[in-house]
């Protein structure tokens, strides 16, 4: 249910109990930026969070004010400091947590590789760097490669519904 609240220096609608300004206001938080730094999509955040992708969605506005218990679950589900979701939307990330971005999307791409590879050489390489990025970081054992859905199709694959029959009586004209 959304309630409208006023002030003088602007006017907030209340969300799924995210309050959200009308105007440009100074950003409160940065739950997208870190997300995407994280590799995260909104549905593996909104699992993990045990809520709706739009409610991932509203929440992720830079303007969005919420209460510190939502930026808590953002933090547990992001696994950063909370101290990282808070920093103005100007200031870069700190470089552990950069640093863990960069390394997450590096194993993310060399399990894929891993995967994908046809030659054994290739699959070796891929898994002498895996082998190496959880030396580094052991937390990246549990790291899956990219997910395959949603990719972009080549201009000469077709979509699944090309291959899909539909019934005669579909184009009917249910008008007589």
């Known amino acids: ?13 209340r969300v799924n109990g995210v309050k959200r300004s009308t105007e ?14 994280q590799g995260l999509s909104r549905r593996a955040v909104a699992r993990r969070m045990n809520v709706e992708v739009s409610a991932i969605k509203l929440q992720e506005r830079a303007t969005a004010d919420m ?3 939502r930026l808590y679950d ?10 990282e979701l808070l920093v103005e939307a100007d200031d ?26 046809r030659q054994a050489s290739v699959r070796r390489m891929a898994q002498t760097l895996v082998e190496q990025l959880t030396e580094i970081m052991p ?3 549990e790291v ?12 000469d694959e077709l979509g699944q519904t090309a291959y899909r029959c539909l019934a005669e009586d579909v ?5 007589d």
């Open 144 to 155: 899956t490669a990219w997910h395959r859905v949603g990719q972009r199709r080549r201009a």
């Open 67 to 69: 209460p510190l218990s």
């Open 171 to 175: 184009f009917i004209d249910r008008m």
């Open 92 to 117: 870069p990330l700190s470089p552990p947590v950069l640093k863990r971005a960069q390394l997450l999307r590096l194993m993310k791409t060399a399990m894929a590789m891993m995967e994908e590879a």
């Open 24 to 37: 440009n206001a100074r950003p409160l938080h940065r739950l997208g930026t870190v997300r995407r730094l």
């Open 74 to 83: 953002w933090q547990r589900a992001l696994q950063v400091p909370i101290a």
């Open 1 to 13: 249910m959304s309630t409208v609240h006023s002030n003088r220096r602007s006017s907030m609608h």
């Open 139 to 141: 937390e990246l054992q």
